[in-house]
């Protein structure tokens, strides 16, 4: 006869589900408010979302406060894993989806916002991403995943168009076959090692001193091109443009931060230790994909007569400049990772809502899309403000200073020197500068150039509610004002990076 | 107020620039001026306040901003910046003054108080990061300076500015990382503050490499030979305050930069480089020199002469011992002055008749005599006339490098002398002569307005050219600093020899005056 299985509850640590256990409850509450009395408004599932978003970020704070005295907390069979990268990253997460959810409240009425399955959904996208990057386990990596991936397919097919349906389906596609890659390799390492842990996968490698390496290599191609595909590395990129010009702007936008950061951390757990394990061909590979995906996406960027797709460039592009942080894998690179990364939310969901404030639901005739160059051309002198902002966020991710990217640029370059990349340093230096040309472009159209006839300023921010305007004076302000506020920031994420030992 | 007065200096015109937005446009003009008069006002008071017997850093502020990466703001003001200070404001003052009827003139006098806080900063920084927000911060307003009131191919010499300099300053960010990068592996603490980077003593080939990096940023800034090609673009396109500006105070941020940043903390490389860079130098002022006198735009002439006077200043920069780099810093205020007017008089002749090109000219002395004299004055202080402005800052510059090489001063000499060609052509197609275009018959001279521009600097061009102590004082006591600094911080043989060391001729001259009694 079997012993009864005895688990004690304290053994299990359920404080350590309960920031992603908040959103899960949030999304079934709007299902089950919906199921109660249909037809509600918009923005009672906005405010909802929101509401659970800042219990989620009280929650998150709480494990913060754990996390700086006990140092990393365990959980749930030891399946959770509470570390300074986790409390981070969805710090990030639910941060972003904060400023993301009041995009909603548009002025014009879309299709999808009128569902409250577009909350629940993004609910419990956002719970996907927080296990995502609090797990040390392959298997619930997987399952984090494929759940926030699954649903953000959806959210971005209800946005009802046909280009966005073919973004869906792009997404899904590529989605699908990176997941393939990632159970693959993970399969690989359980094969290797017996443990589907990151921590033991390493332990194990590193006592029989990589004898397999054939087969790590194996792995890691798998797990490389699989995180390839969701952090839209060249030449995984593809999709990356077609999807967020499909997309709504907003959306877009988040797509350029959320899924990134998690995972970022995935692939920073993951990578760290095979960095630091001395193989060669591994640091060759990251390398040759960081220089190529930064430098490729830029010049590509340089062509594009829209602005959606440039910005979408730009973003596969800064996502290089930060996989350089992985690359080159010391305390200081991967906080510049996270530093950089809260400022490149705040100046990327602020250049995308400028797009989406402007949203037009018919195209006029001189126009051939939505976000055509020739749009914003003479903004200057029919929208001075709306064209300001954009140009200061465009300054910004084009890493002029005093903006906050340029913060967030200067310490993952001076990472790069301290780490001994002199080279890699130059060319991050130098792809800054490439870069500056086409987020210059579009202050040239605002600027210099003569408004399109027909075109008056009321359509730069026909989209445009108190919601917006505040959500993009909020990035604003962030991005002007980000130096004052760098200096506790940095030494909050070195403190939490260096406390999780990477 | 006297110790926050740099503060003031460089954050008083943002905050003018940022409430002008609420001023109506008609009135925006005297709003400028005001503005101008008052920052004019406060850098005089700066020069006042300043004590000229100290060589040190003065009006210092120190702000902690980023602790644990060492990023403080630092301001400071010594002999070196302190006339350019005063010189940017002078010239934003007149420049707003003297503004002749544009479009848009709100955004345009908006844009020129932004440029003067960060010409301000750039000037008066003495962190490398506050230092480097400033000076690429300065690049957006004059983008659009450039940009949207220029001549036709306005966007094309506005982004080709932008991006050139953007990426060279780029370079230098990577050596500016790298220099604090080494300042903490030797005291264990990052810092980014100038005075801390000038007492670190690096191996020599380490200086090599990021002496290369800085020169990048700073060589295209001035701009140096084969980077050069954005500067007649820019100015051929831009609005005549956009050239004064940018010829006057932003081209001097490379050449400032040169003495700041360089020379102090990399003295073995500069030694090293001082032939190669001087070689550029002379390269700079012969070729476009040459280039000046097929130009058939006279614009294109001042600004080819500007370029080309630029590379005397970088050879007096690398003179590196004091009567080089005096006479540099000096001709760097001779050069704002005479050129910025000469920028202003091409400004006075196309207002009138829309054209730049000199063969529309001819025989103007008859009809504007008195445009005629001031550019005549002018003209005589660029090609260098003693008793002008420019001579004291050329003579002292080749005197000084004529202690490192006297083949390449004759040289540059001579090229100087051939440069005067140059400008007596222009002078004379201009000027001299029948009046051969009906059009010129009734051009009327110049007007009050732009009296009040010109006559000022006429005035300082004469004054400073017969009596240049007061300026000349100031800036030789930091030189001197400076000097003994590169003397004291140098390791290798040659760069002790090239640089003079000032303590040991201080001993000798006073033991040799003992010996006298």
């Not at chain 1, 959980?75 to 959810?101: C, H, K, N, T, Y």
């Not at chain 1, 094969?191 to 004898?211: D, F, H, K, M, R």
């Not at chain 2, 081209?251 to 030694?271: C, E, H, N, Q």
């Not at chain 2, 032939?275 to 020199?289: D, E, G, N, Q, S």
Request: charged share 10%.
């Amino acid at each position: 006869m079997l012993e009864p299985i005895n688990v004690s509850l304290e053994s299990l640590n359920l404080m350590t589900l309960s920031p992603m256990l908040i959103p899960i409850i949030g999304a079934l509450l709007i299902l089950v408010v919906d199921m109660f009395k249909s037809g509600l408004d918009k923005t009672l599932y906005v405010v909802l979302s929101i509401l659970f978003l800042i219990m989620d970020f009280g929650a998150l704070t709480g494990s913060a406060g754990i996390f700086m005295q006990d140092g990393t907390v365990m959980g749930m069979f030891d399946m959770m894993l509470i570390d300074g990268l986790a409390i981070l990253s969805q710090f990030i997460i639910v941060g972003a989806s904060m400023l993301f959810i009041p995009l909603a409240l548009t002025n014009k009425r879309f299709h999808e916002f009128s569902y409250p399955e577009f909350f629940a959904l993004f609910l419990f996208m956002i719970a996907g991403f927080q296990f995502m990057v609090s797990t040390d386990n392959l298997i619930l990596v997987f399952v984090g995943l494929e759940t926030s991936s699954l649903a953000l397919y959806t959210l971005i097919a209800m946005h009802n168009r046909t280009k966005s349906f073919e973004a869906a389906v792009k997404y899904f596609t590529m989605g699908a076959l990176a997941a393939g890659f990632f159970s693959f390799g993970s399969m690989i390492f359980y094969a290797l090692t017996g443990s589907i842990e990151i921590s033991q996968i390493a332990t194990v490698l590193a006592a029989n001193q990589y004898v397999d390496i054939g087969y790590v290599l194996v792995a890691v191609t798998f797990l490389l091109a699989s995180f390839g595909f969701k952090l839209s590395l060249v030449p995984f990129h593809t999709w990356a443009p077609d999807v967020y010009e499909g997309s709504s702007a907003a959306m877009a936008g988040y797509m350029s931060i959320v899924p990134k950061i998690a995972a970022f951390v995935v692939t920073m757990r993951l990578f760290e230790f095979l960095i630091h394990s001395g193989i060669v061909w591994l640091e060759m590979v990251l390398y040759i994909f960081v220089v190529l995906t930064m430098t490729m996406a830029n010049i590509w960027a340089l062509v594009q007569t829209d602005v959606k797709r440039m910005l979408a460039y730009s973003s596969v592009s800064h996502a290089g400049f930060v996989m350089a942080a992985i690359l080159i894998g010391t305390t200081q690179s991967n906080s510049a990772l996270f530093l950089y990364w809260i400022l490149f939310s705040f100046t990327n969901l602020g250049s995308f809502s400028m797009l989406w404030m402007s949203r037009q639901k018919h195209l006029p005739e001189h126009q051939s899309s939505d976000h055509s160059y020739d749009k914003f051309a003479g903004m200057i002198k029919t929208a001075p403000v709306a064209a300001s902002i954009m140009a200061l966020f465009m300054l910004s991710l084009a890493g002029l200073p005093p903006f906050a990217l340029f913060w967030g640029k200067l310490y993952m370059i001076s990472s790069a020197v301290t780490g001994g990349y002199t080279v890699l340093a130059l060319i991050m230096a130098l792809n800054s500068a490439i870069a500056g040309y086409y987020y210059l472009k579009l202050i040239v159209y605002m600027f210099m150039k003569e408004p399109v006839t027909g075109n008056e300023g009321h359509i730069y921010v026909s989209n445009a509610t108190l919601a917006l305007k505040s959500i993009i004076g909020f990035a604003a302000i962030g991005t002007i004002f980000a130096f004052v506020a760098l200096n506790p920031l940095l030494e909050f994420i070195t403190s939490f990076v260096y406390n999780s030992g990477y | 107020m006297i110790d926050h007065i740099l503060s003031i200096l460089i954050f008083f015109p943002a905050l003018a620039a940022v409430l002008g937005f609420m001023i109506h446009k008609d009135s925006i003009r005297a709003y400028g001026v005001t503005v101008g008069i008052i920052e004019f006002a406060l850098s005089l008071y700066l020069w006042f306040s300043f004590d000229s017997n100290v060589s040190g850093m003065q009006f210092m502020e120190h702000i902690p901003l980023v602790t644990s990466f060492g990023i403080n703001y630092i301001l400071g003001v010594d002999g070196i910046s302190l006339f350019i200070l005063v010189l940017a404001a002078f010239f934003t003052m007149i420049g707003i003054a003297s503004l002749t009827d544009t479009k848009n003139v709100k955004n345009m006098i908006i844009t020129l108080l932004f440029l003067q806080m960060t010409m301000m900063g750039v000037f008066s920084a003495l962190d490398g990061i506050i230092f480097y927000v400033f000076w690429e911060l300065s690049l957006v307003p004059m983008l659009y300076i450039i940009g949207a009131w220029g001549g036709p191919l306005r966007i094309y010499a506005s982004v080709k500015f932008f991006l050139y300099t953007f990426a060279g300053s780029l370079v230098m960010l990577v050596g500016m990382l790298f220099m604090a990068y080494f300042y903490y592996q030797a005291t264990g603490q990052w810092s980014f503050a100038i005075l801390d980077w000038y007492r670190l003593i690096l191996p020599e080939n380490i200086q090599l490499w990021l002496f290369a990096a800085f020169f990048m940023g700073f060589a295209i800034k001035v701009p140096m030979f084969p980077f050069h090609t954005w500067l007649p673009y820019a100015h051929g396109q831009a609005p005549t305050i956009g050239s004064v500006i940018l010829a006057a105070i932003l081209l001097k941020m490379g050449t400032y930069a040169f003495i700041r940043f360089s020379l102090p903390m990399f003295p073995d490389a500069s030694v090293y480089f001082m032939f190669p860079v001087a070689i550029l130098a002379i390269i700079m002022i012969v070729y476009t020199a040459m280039i000046a006198y097929a130009q058939k735009d006279v614009k294109q002439v001042v600004a080819y002469s500007s370029v080309s006077h630029m590379g005397v200043i970088i050879l007096g920069t690398f003179a590196m011992n004091v009567e080089g780099i005096s006479g540099s810093i000096f001709l760097m205020i001779a050069h704002g002055v005479v050129s910025g007017a000469l920028f202003l008089l091409v400004g006075v002749i196309y207002d009138r008749r829309h054209t730049k090109m000199m063969d529309q000219f001819g025989g103007l002395a008859h009809v504007m005599p008195r445009y005629a004299t001031i550019f005549g004055l002018m003209m005589m202080a660029s090609v260098g006339m003693p008793l002008t402005i420019n001579f004291v800052g050329e003579f002292l510059s080749l005197l000084g490098f004529y202690q490192q090489s006297h083949i390449l001063t004759l040289l540059a000499g001579i090229a100087i002398i051939v440069g005067a060609i140059y400008m007596l052509a222009a002078y004379k197609k201009m000027f001299f002569g029948e009046i051969t275009h009906e059009e010129n018959r009734n051009l009327p001279d110049v007007n009050k307005r732009e009296l009040v521009a010109l006559l000022p600097l006429a005035v300082i061009t004469i004054w400073l050219g017969i009596y240049p102590k007061p300026i000349l004082e100031p800036i030789n006591n930091s030189v001197e600093s400076i000097v003994q600094l590169m003397h004291d911080k140098s390791i290798t043989e040659e760069a002790k020899t090239r640089i003079p060391n000032l303590v040991k001729s201080a001993e000798i001259t006073n033991s040799s005056a003992e010996e006298a009694h």
